[in-house]
């Protein structure tokens, strides 16, 4: 048999198959299930974490092996195996030993060096041994993994270099701040009461958060884990727990949401949010407006006629073809007379020519003329529309002339519509031919408000993601995800310790694979050693029968002696066979052990048997110590 690791990461994989892979416990229980009824696996075993998903088998036969856990992952996740394949690796034998002692030590985390993986190792363990599903392998695998990134924590500074992820996320919410001095004092919302939240939640407790308030759908977990907070020794934090349905009232309140429930779909939509920001602040600035002071060389010029401009200047009149709001910012945008359609596509120039001239925006074009009349915006039009006559395009009126030469009060009693339709007219004949208008001036830079800061700060640790992406384009609203959260630990650097790491890793492959392939052999050698003994057995009864009168003590000693030269001749062939047979390549020993003494095949399984029995017993002593550990962790 084979160990055999098929799988996908964050390392593999984007985070948008990522989170549509994911793996409910539900659906690990019956890929596991699923994994031991196939042919080839008669060991399965799953992580899945946010970051990942592996499924690790003992098979007789490679390729099959492969195709099989392939099809299976797919099945299960519900991503289409051509979808997946891309993103799938696939490690065997001694590949797949370092593979997962490298994930054990945090070597392949996002967050390098992060401990927590640690825990979730155990936790497959524990599921792979509840369901007896996993053997003596897979056993000795997760355990050695276990042991192996505890030494790789204890032996190096390997936690210099990495943290948990939730510790990862903050300090990016904290845009390079210290992360206690940019949560003190604040009022933090931790969506979910698993292991990820409860991590959470105490990293927030410890950094000297204000109020922690705990949201999960079963209320009774999210009160024991607010229990935790408050009797906890180390924070004086004021924890408590509410409902799920409680989350859009207590959004309102808090500075900081961090969310992880495992659930399926969006927990907090963008509305959800957005909603939350109105409640508690005053509505934010928006930032495509001109600052204050931006353009002052006419803002006295224009003071008046700001106010007295009717809604089309700025698209927002009913059944205006034009949403000018939209382009704001765009060279040559101007509120103020119909500049604001400079650079405007053709097509839009004739619907709002053709919407003024029917007569919907009479009364406001009227009125805009007659405010404009005497306004340097107006000489800027007037300009333009000299511009296009002298061009020579075909259909441009005397607009500019009219504007010129007429008086104050008529050009707002007659051309007021008329003067909107021929302009317009005008520059979408322009903007027809040219692909543009042109421009007489240069246009006066917009200047872009900052983004305000946000006051509210969303850490989402889920996969799928519970926080809708589009909150990412809400003002007062930063979003921290597992998606960016990648792309930051591509830069973070690597500690020294990580060499070292490696090494030990390297190391204990090795060992792991010269032990596994001794375990090989080992019930081939103890079936030689019972095939012996059976021997001498039978020789010391035919000695009985050949000479009765021997008392017991020759008896006694006649068998001592032939058993210790049994002992003498098989001793140096099994020691040296068990070497030989932990080098690699050294598997075909136990074949030739078993063909040269004619060996019994049933004797040898039996042996095997009886092994796995004793690990059967292992596992129940794993299974208390695990109880106990989370008895223990409950009472912290």
């Known amino acids: 048999m084979s160990l055999l690791v098929v799988g996908l990461s964050h ?12 793996l409910s416990a539900d659906a690990q229980v019956k890929l596991l299930q699923d994994t031991l009824a196939a042919e080839p696996a008669t060991e399965a075993a799953v992580l899945a974490t ?23 992952l797919a099945q299960h996740s519900g991503v289409g195996l051509e979808e997946l394949t891309p993103y799938l690796y696939v490690h065997y034998e001694d590949r797949a030993v370092h593979h997962l002692f490298s994930v054990a030590c945090g070597l392949d985390s996002m967050v390098v060096g992060e401990g927590q993986i640690l825990g979730q190792i155990k936790d497959a363990l524990a599921t792979g041994q509840e369901l007896h599903s996993a053997g003596r392998l897979l056993n000795d695998l997760f355990q050695q993994a276990l042991r192996v990134g505890k030494r790789a924590h204890s032996e190096t500074g390997i936690d210099r270099a990495g943290q948990s992820l939730v510790t990862f996320g903050l300090e990016q919410l904290a845009s390079g701040a210290p992360v206690d001095a940019w949560l003190k004092g604040k009022r933090a919302l931790v969506l979910g009461a698993g292991s990820m939240s409860s991590l959470a939640a105490a990293t927030l407790a410890r950094a000297g958060v204000a109020e922690v308030v705990v949201a999960n759908r079963t209320l009774d977990r999210a009160e024991r884990l607010a229990q935790i907070l408050t009797d906890s020794d180390e924070t004086d934090v004021l924890a408590r727990a509410v409902p799920i349905d409680s989350v859009p009232v207590e959004l309102t309140r808090a500075d900081i949401a961090v969310s992880c429930t495992g659930a399926t779909g ?19 600035a928006d930032s495509r407006r001109t600052a204050p002071g931006a353009g002052s060389g006419r803002t006295a010029a224009s003071a008046g006629v700001r106010d007295g401009l009717a809604p089309t200047s700025v698209g927002s009149e009913e059944g205006c073809p034009l949403d000018l709001s939209a382009v704001q910012g765009t060279a040559g945008f101007s509120v103020l007379g119909e500049a604001a359609v400079a650079g405007m596509a053709a097509a839009e120039l004739e619907q709002h020519a053709a919407w003024v001239d029917k007569g919907t925006g009479r009364a406001a074009g009227s009125g ?48 007021g519509v008329a003067l909107d339709a021929e302009l317009i007219t005008a520059l979408a004949a322009t903007a027809a031919t040219v ?32 926080i809708d992406a589009a909150v990412h384009r809400l003002l007062g609203v930063r979003l921290v995800d597992i998606e960016s959260l990648a792309d930051a630990s591509a830069d973070a650097p690597m500690a020294a310790d990580v060499d070292q790491v ?34 001498v057995a039978n020789e010391i009864a035919r000695l009985d029968g050949r000479l009765p009168g021997l008392d017991e003590k020759q008896r006694g000693e006649i068998t001592q002696t032939v058993r210790r030269v049994v002992d003498k001749l098989l001793h140096a062939p099994t020691v040296r066979v068990k070497q030989l047979a932990a080098e690699p390549g050294g598997a075909g020993y136990a074949d030739a052990l078993r063909t040269l003494f004619d060996l019994d095949p049933e004797t040898v399984a039996s042996v095997s048997r009886a092994e796995d029995s004793n690990t059967d017993t292992t596992e129940n002593a794993v299974n208390t110590e695990n109880a106990e550990s989370a008895e223990n962790r409950g009472r912290a």
């Open 11 to 22: 390392r593999s994989a984007p985070v948008s198959v990522l989170e549509r892979a994911t």
């Open 502 to 535: 490696k090494r030990i890793v390297s190391d204990e492959v090795a060992a792991f694979g010269a032990a596994l392939r001794a375990a090989h052999i080992t019930p081939t050698v103890v079936a030689l050693r019972t095939m012996a003994a059976d021997v």
């Open 50 to 72: 946010c970051n990942r998903i592996e499924l690790y088998a003992d098979v007789d036969k490679f390729h099959a092996g492969v195709a099989e856990l392939s099809t299976l």
């Open 266 to 284: 969006l927990v907090l939509s963008a509305d959800s949010v957005a909603a939350a920001i109105e409640g508690r602040t005053a509505p934010v």
């Open 368 to 415: 805009r003329t007659a405010a404009l009349a005497g306004s340097p915006e107006t000489a800027a039009v007037a300009e333009q529309a000299q511009g296009l006559d002298a061009t020579g395009f075909a259909g441009a009126p005397d607009a500019a002339g009219a504007i010129a030469t007429a008086p104050q009060g008529a050009t707002a009693a007659t051309f």
């Open 435 to 466: 692909g543009r208008v042109p421009e007489r001036r240069k246009p006066e830079p917009v200047a872009e408000a900052p983004r305000p800061a946000p006051v509210l700060a969303l850490l989402d640790l889920a996969m799928p993601r519970d």
